[in-house]
């Protein structure tokens, strides 16, 4: 198990209150307002270059609900989605907290990679997080993930997500600020830590069947929880405030250049090792769908266009 988080050491922090629940989801909120905010800024001054002329992008904002089997209030979010901007072709901006009980397919699931015993006699869970996928109109601009989230049960808790960086043309010196804002945020919480989470994030983001990463990387991790909730917390706020300057300079920099309709198919094309990926490989994906999750804003993040050749 990576990160330092062993099974037994969950177990044994697995009370957590629900104002610290209630912090968790209320910073996922506020994240998500601020992304949103500075997105729909970008559109506004977009006044220049390709697609400069075309209305405004804004986002349509939906709530979204879960209910058990029994029809029960089960939670929900926020779906945030706009499409067709002048700078964003597709970007969505989802956040959820959700509660109930884990079937029995998420049980088995979540006991085998996690090795917490007790799922199947309290499968109790909650889970609150934030999760942003952009598909953008210029193929010199980069698509981009980003999420984080809070899980809880009665058997144990924990943080995770990342940021990983998706362009279908690639240039070293946006990866390189990308990389480098991350390190930033990263490293006071913990010596090396960037170098820690990058890798994982090469090889989480791998696509097995392709036998080529989905992108340039960035970070990723999972099961954080250490003896510290308030430290581990901090760290994803951390992951979840680097955000914004590690991906808009980049937008800034490409998104009045001129591109032609070989660019456009390098993207499509490229776009479509993002679709694989998700609805082979991700893990929020496969749990969203068998957790009785909207379906919509699960699969947010597939491309509003791909190609396969």
């Avoid at 930033?184 to 830590?193: C, D, I, K």
Wanted: glycine residues 10%.
């Amino acid at each position: 198990m990576r990160d330092g988080a062993l099974a037994d050491e969950r177990h044994t922090m697995s009370v957590i209150s629900e104002s610290q629940k209630d912090q968790a989801s209320i910073w996922f909120i506020s994240l998500r307002d601020k992304i949103v905010q500075a997105f729909e800024h970008l559109e506004a001054q977009h006044n220049e270059g390709p697609f400069s002329d075309h209305p405004i992008g804004q986002f349509d904002v939906t709530p979204t609900k879960r209910h058990s089997e029994s029809g029960q209030d089960a939670g929900g979010g926020l779906m945030s989605v706009m499409r067709g901007g002048r700078i964003f072709e597709k970007v969505g901006v989802n956040v959820s907290t959700v509660f109930g009980s884990l079937g029995p397919q998420a049980q088995n699931a979540m006991a085998a990679r996690k090795g917490i015993p007790g799922m199947k006699e309290d499968p109790r869970f909650w889970a609150s997080g934030i999760s942003l996928v952009a598909h953008m109109q210029n193929p010199h601009c980069p698509a981009v993930h980003m999420n984080t989230r809070m899980f809880w049960t009665p058997h144990a808790w924990w943080f995770g997500g990342g940021t990983d960086l998706n362009p279908c043309i690639e240039y070293d010196e946006d990866t390189g600020h990308f990389h480098d804002t991350l390190k930033n945020y990263l490293n006071p919480h913990e010596a090396g830590l960037y170098a820690k989470l990058k890798d994982w994030a090469d090889e989480y983001f791998y696509i097995p069947h392709r036998n080529c990463a989905r992108g340039v990387g960035g970070i990723f991790m999972d099961d954080r929880c250490t003896d510290d909730w308030e430290k581990d917390f901090e760290l994803t706020k951390d992951i979840g405030r680097a955000f914004l300057p590690a991906f808009v300079p980049l937008v800034a920099k490409r998104v009045t250049q001129e591109w032609d309709d070989s660019d456009k198919d390098v993207q499509l094309q490229h776009r479509g090792l993002y679709a694989e990926y998700n609805l082979v490989y991700d893990r929020g994906t496969k749990f969203g769908l068998t957790t009785g999750h909207d379906a919509n804003a699960v699969l947010m993040s597939l491309p509003p266009l791909a190609k396969w050749v």
